[in-house]
């Protein structure tokens, strides 16, 4: 079983669209969680963290459940610049074994 | 301008051949890791470093050898490279008290590797 699983969609939504994409991870002792952003060919970044009591950046929305170990990212308004693969990540152990997910790939039509 | 650098960005080379990436970062980070993404698989962590002299086994670190002897790099060295380590890796530092979030990894632009 892996350990963090993504819908890879693709998602192909309008401008202006509200798009949320959901995570699950399989172990319990997880401890921080993350939303990365990933444009073709490029390095990953930081989209950001994931707390238990939610946050939110502007349009972006991240929830975490820990008891059902689910993760979500909801983005209102969806811009074209948005479209991109959006990874979900959990860390493990020390802190610095990290999961990644397959990712979730977004595309955003004018 | 704080970064993370690879070296090469692109690679083919033939089976067997010995090779090593190298990754340095300038942001004074104590935690260092490689890891490779594959279609269909997301990215994998391959070895982590948690500082100097310290390293430790990701996922999948077979074939792969690392070594720390400096806090600023952390090169990947494929002592026997086969067809199967064909791959895109990236290199990523991150540090508990850096970062606009708690353990954010800043990643390097990537090796996109080919083995023949």
């Known amino acids: 079983r892996k350990e963090v699983e993504q819908d890879p969609g693709p998602f192909n939504v309008p401008e202006g669209a509200t798009v949320a994409f959901n995570c699950t991870y399989s172990?319990?002792?997880?401890?921080?969680f993350f939303w990365y952003r990933q444009d073709c060919r490029k390095e990953p970044k930081l989209l950001m963290s994931?707390?238990?009591s939610g946050n939110e950046d502007g349009r972006f929305t991240a929830q975490l459940n820990r008891a059902s170990q689910y993760i979500s990212l909801l983005i209102r308004d969806s811009k074209l610049s948005d479209s991109a693969t959006y990874l979900c990540?959990?860390?493990?152990?020390?802190?610095?074994?990290?999961?990644f997910g397959t990712g979730t790939s977004l595309t955003v039509i004018p | 301008e704080a970064q993370v650098t690879q070296n090469p960005r692109y690679l083919i080379t033939v089976t067997g051949k010995k090779l090593t990436v190298t990754c340095s970062q300038n942001m004074n980070h104590e935690y260092m890791s490689w890891y490779r993404q594959d279609p269909g698989l997301g990215l994998r962590q391959i070895y982590y470093?948690?500082?100097?002299?310290?390293?430790d086994k990701g996922d999948v670190p077979e074939g792969y050898k690392v070594s720390r002897k400096e806090k600023r790099n952390f090169p990947l060295i494929l002592e026997s490279p086969s067809p199967n380590q064909t791959s895109l890796y990236f290199c990523?530092?991150?540090?508990?008290?850096?970062?606009?979030?708690?353990?954010?990894?800043?990643f390097g632009p990537g090796t996109r590797l080919t083995v023949l």
């Open positions: 172990n319990s002792a997880s401890q921080s």
């Open positions: 990523a530092s991150s540090s508990r008290s850096s970062g606009r979030n708690y353990n954010e990894q800043f």
């Open positions: 990540v959990v860390s493990q152990g020390t802190g610095n074994q990290f999961y």
């Open positions: 994931v707390y238990s």
């Open positions: 470093s948690m500082n100097v002299e310290v390293t």
